[in-house]
């Protein structure tokens, strides 16, 4: 005697219903890759140098500021605390993250500089 058909599916054999299906195998990571196209560092501009030289005169640790910067393969913004800042060694941190002078593209106060 055979087996009688019950209707049932078999538990493997509803379970490979259910696994992802990528159509396109290895895609995403392509895609994912091709999101992060790196960037040459901007030239800046004799007028944008001086500017940048002004803002860093004053800047000190504890100052509120969004910074632009080239970290070697992209343009990124840090926003927050100058935690540290070396005039000296020419870097300067913003939170945790460590920043050279000759990255740095811009710099904006979030608060206007008290005159004394």
Do not use: C, H, W
Request: no cysteine; charged share 35%.
């Amino acid at each position: 005697m055979g087996k009688i058909p019950t209707g049932k599916m078999p538990i493997e054999e509803r379970a490979k219903q259910f696994m992802p299906f990528a159509a396109l195998r290895g895609f995403g990571k392509v895609i994912k890759k091709e999101e992060k196209i790196k960037t040459e560092k901007p030239q800046l501009s004799d007028e944008e140098i001086e500017e940048l030289n002004a803002v860093a005169s004053v800047l000190k640790k504890g100052d509120l500021v969004k910074i632009k910067y080239y970290d070697g393969e992209f343009i990124r913004e840090s926003v927050g605390a100058v935690t540290e800042y070396n005039p000296t060694m020419r870097y300067l941190k913003v939170i945790k993250t460590a920043i050279s002078f000759s990255d740095v593209l811009k710099i904006e106060f979030f608060q206007e500089k008290e005159e004394k």
